[in-house]
């Protein structure tokens, strides 16, 4: 039976509410409080340490410079005492030698400011995230999939959105698989898995800090970039069956040597033209092959070149998490290790960058086909581990997105893990939470709600005003929703729910280009939510459905809504719908359904503050208040009713 009426706020494990001013915010403050805390010590200690890297750096610097300065001065006696160049070629030779070291050493202390640069901005980036301070991060993140289910109304992707929220993955493998994780949930089973990893990584901070930072060091990856690398890794070799052109990029160099010393000895001069000239040959007809090659394993100064140090720094760690363990156990190899190999490979893919130095590459290449010679040993390495390539960056990636994922659960110790229920065994299907709160809000403002959805054959109806959070419920719903599917921890005291493909109908946009009016839209998300309640099979559709049909009439808009929900109702999804429509709780094969809850608002002129309040707590119960034309009159449109007197 529906509830009606009550305006109480809900005291049963329906709906509480959280309200700002109550302890229990309070104390969620407390708990944010030690992350920050960690954040900003960690962030204080590492830019120190940069500091101090710095002051060496700049001192050793000097000492260069001094370095440089003498030699200037043995250049200078050298010209001028010719009876002691003996002893200043050999101070010389000192000096140089003491030059070299010190541009050794300088790029070592270099390299370790720039690591300890890097740990600082990943705890402060994290003190930003923390905080939900979205302005902090400008960079772009990915394009909604068209037409997905869930993805444009639920803020996966944009400015403030799930992405950025869970923007701490180092590697392109780790951002495309999370990005696959929030797209659509895994399976029961490897959500638990991956909730398991999350909860063992969850106070790793170091090593999630070192994995990000050595990302960042590595710097972006262009999706581009991995899938030509591990399609090259998978091709068929190319060059190694032609025993031909292999022989002959020996016998051509050997010849050149041969006929240079020929010409540099007066027996024969010129002869070595006529290898030079086969070899030019060989290099025009055979380029373009060998230059396909080598732009498939890596283009210019790629991030990729860079992942063995991640690699290495997973498989040096030690997990008791079973999908931990197997992960590190994949990256670890039982031969050479995939970091040892993988470095290999782009040691190789360093000397092939040679061609983009024409003046060094085309003389040697001539003289010694060095592109055949480069690609035989690229197709050495693509027979040996080719095939294990994508299971390194599989990895790699998998722990780096389980390692975001324990980012958000280190920042938030009072979110939940959610339970996952399998199906009938565990009871009907339904989704409770308490405490649920919206991820992308700040957590020092957000107010939490108890909420309940299911059994199958019910639904749960969300009345309010303008403003009072109902669209609010529903996004903090759903993205919870898709936090649960992938493994991670959710913004609940404890939340239970069955893996669900989850649709939603939200945000509607017409389209001008496409000829497509707001209606049609509309139409069209809601057939495809219908559609998916229809075909479900082992999974059940959950489906979120705010303010449906508003681009028609009153009349015609009520006789579809009511059609929509009774057949959502039939095939046994569960889900929720707001409406400022109060009497689709009356319609027939509803009344019995509907599990009716309401938000509500205090209106009033005031001098010192806002002249509207909401307190955004679920009750029981349907609406009992408008504020649409108090709003109008609020903001200065109190226009006359029609037919008034001016």
Same mark, same amino acid.
């Given at each position: 039976m529906a509830w009606t009426g009550s305006t109480t706020p809900l005291t049963s494990s329906r709906s509480r509410a959280r309200n700002p001013l109550h302890p229990e915010v309070e104390a969620a403050r407390e708990v944010l409080t030690e992350p920050l805390r960690i954040y900003q010590a960690r962030a204080d200690t590492a830019s120190k340490t940069a500091d101090s890297w710095r002051a060496r750096f700049d001192s050793l610097a000097n000492v260069r410079l001094g370095v440089i300065l003498a030699l200037v001065v043995v250049g200078i006696a050298y010209?001028?005492?010719?009876?002691?160049?003996?002893?200043?070629?050999?101070?010389?030779?000192?000096?140089?030698?003491?030059?070299? +070291?010190? +541009?050794?050493?300088?790029? *070592?202390?270099?390299?370790?400011?720039?690591?300890?640069?890097?740990?600082?901005?990943?705890?402060?980036?994290?003190?930003?995230?923390?905080?939900?301070?979205?302005?902090?991060?400008?960079?772009?993140?990915?394009?909604?999939?068209?037409?997905?289910?869930? /993805?444009?109304?639920?803020? +996966?992707?944009?400015?403030?959105?799930?992405?950025?929220?869970?923007?701490?993955?180092?590697?392109?493998?780790?951002?495309?698989?999370?990005?696959?994780?929030? =797209?659509? @949930?895994?399976?029961?089973?490897v959500v638990r898995q991956r909730q398991d990893a999350v909860r063992e990584l969850t106070p790793a901070?170091?090593?999630?800090?070192? =994995?990000?930072?050595?990302?960042?060091?590595?710097?972006?990856?262009?999706?581009?970039?991995?899938?030509?690398?591990?399609?090259?890794?998978?091709?068929?070799?190319?060059?190694?069956?032609?025993?031909?052109?292999? *022989?002959?990029?020996?016998?051509?160099?050997? =010849?050149?040597?041969?006929?240079?010393?020929?010409?540099?000895?007066?027996? +024969?001069?010129?002869?070595?033209?006529l290898p030079s000239v086969v070899a030019m040959g060989v290099i025009r007809r055979h380029t373009p092959r060998i230059h396909d090659d080598f732009a498939r394993t890596s283009s210019g100064d790629s991030g990729l070149q860079r992942y063995h140090d991640l690699i290495e720094r997973v498989a040096s760690e030690r997990f008791d998490d079973p999908l931990l363990a197997e992960l590190r156990e994949s990256l670890s190899g039982r031969g050479d290790p995939p970091a040892k190999a993988?470095?290999?490979?782009?040691?190789?893919?360093?000397?092939?960058?040679?061609?983009?130095?024409?003046?060094?590459?085309?003389?040697?290449?001539?003289?010694?086909?060095?592109?055949?010679?480069?690609?035989?040993?690229?197709?050495?390495?693509?027979?040996?581990?080719?095939?294990?390539?994508?299971?390194?960056?599989?990895?790699?990636?998998?722990?780096?997105?389980?390692? /975001?994922?324990?980012?958000?659960?280190?920042?938030?110790?009072?979110? /939940?893990?959610?339970?996952?229920?399998?199906?009938?065994?565990?009871?009907?299907?339904?989704?409770?939470?308490?405490?649920?709160?919206? @991820?992308?809000?700040?957590?020092?403002?957000?107010?939490?709600?108890?909420?309940?959805?299911?059994?199958?054959?019910?639904?749960?109806?969300?009345?309010?005003?303008?403003?009072?959070?109902?669209?609010?419920?529903?996004?903090?719903?759903?993205?919870?929703?898709?936090?649960?599917?992938?493994?991670?921890?959710?913004?609940?005291?404890?939340?239970?729910?069955?893996?669900?493909?989850?649709?939603?109908?939200?945000?509607?946009?017409?389209?001008?280009?496409?000829?497509?009016?707001?209606?049609?839209?509309e139409l069209r998300r809601l057939k495809a939510v219908c559609e998916a309640a229809s075909e479900a099979d082992e999974r059940p559709v959950l489906y979120l459905l705010d303010e449906i049909l508003q681009g028609t009439n009153t009349a015609e808009r009520q006789i579809a809504a009511r059609r929509i929900l009774r057949h959502l109702l039939d095939q046994h999804a569960i889900g929720a719908v707001t409406t400022h429509d109060l009497t689709l709780a009356d319609a027939e094969h509803l009344q019995d359904h509907a599990v009716l809850v309401h938000f509500r608002e205090s209106l009033e002129l005031r001098e010192d503050g806002p002249p509207i309040a909401f307190d955004y707590q679920l009750r029981q119960g349907i609406a009992t208040s408008t504020n649409a034309l108090r709003l109008m009159e609020i903001m200065g449109l109190a226009l006359p009713e029609e037919g008034a007197e001016d």
């Open positions: 010209v001028a005492v010719p009876s002691e160049r003996g002893r200043l070629t050999v101070l010389a030779l000192l000096l140089f030698a003491g030059f070299i +070291v010190l +541009v050794v050493r300088h790029a *070592r202390i270099r390299r370790q400011e720039i690591w300890y640069r890097e740990l600082s901005q990943v705890a402060i980036e994290a003190h930003h995230l923390t905080l939900r301070q979205w302005t902090q991060f400008e960079d772009p993140t990915p394009e909604p999939p068209t037409n997905h289910p869930y /993805a444009d109304d639920l803020d +996966v992707f944009g400015h403030a959105s799930l992405h950025v929220l869970l923007r701490t993955t180092g590697t392109r493998p780790g951002a495309d698989m999370l990005t696959d994780w929030l =797209l659509a @949930p895994a399976p029961s089973e901070i170091d090593l999630r800090d070192e =994995l990000h930072a050595m990302g960042r060091i590595a710097g972006p990856v262009a999706p581009e970039e991995l899938r030509l690398l591990l399609e090259w890794a998978e091709s068929p070799a190319w060059l190694l069956p032609m025993r031909g052109l292999k *022989r002959l990029a020996i016998v051509l160099p050997t =010849l050149f040597v041969i006929t240079v010393a020929f010409h540099i000895l007066g027996v +024969v001069p010129y002869l070595w033209i993988l470095e290999n490979l782009f040691r190789l893919v360093e000397l092939s960058n040679l061609r983009y130095n024409g003046q060094v590459h085309y003389p040697l290449n001539v003289m010694t086909l060095w592109d055949i010679h480069i690609l035989s040993a690229l197709e050495r390495w693509k027979e040996q581990y080719g095939t294990e390539l994508r299971g390194w960056m599989a990895a790699l990636g998998r722990t780096d997105a389980l390692s /975001a994922l324990a980012g958000l659960s280190h920042a938030h110790p009072d979110w /939940a893990f959610p339970e996952i229920e399998s199906g009938q065994a565990d009871g009907p299907l339904r989704l409770e939470a308490t405490g649920l709160g919206h @991820p992308l809000l700040a957590p020092e403002g957000a107010v939490r709600n108890d909420v309940d959805l299911g059994p199958p054959g019910t639904l749960l109806l969300v009345t309010g005003s303008n403003m009072s959070g109902k669209s609010t419920l529903l996004r903090a719903i759903g993205a919870n929703v898709i936090l649960a599917g992938a493994g991670g921890p959710v913004c609940a005291e404890s939340m239970a729910l069955p893996i669900a493909d989850l649709h939603t109908s939200m945000r509607i946009r017409d389209s001008l280009e496409e000829g497509i009016s707001y209606f049609m839209a």
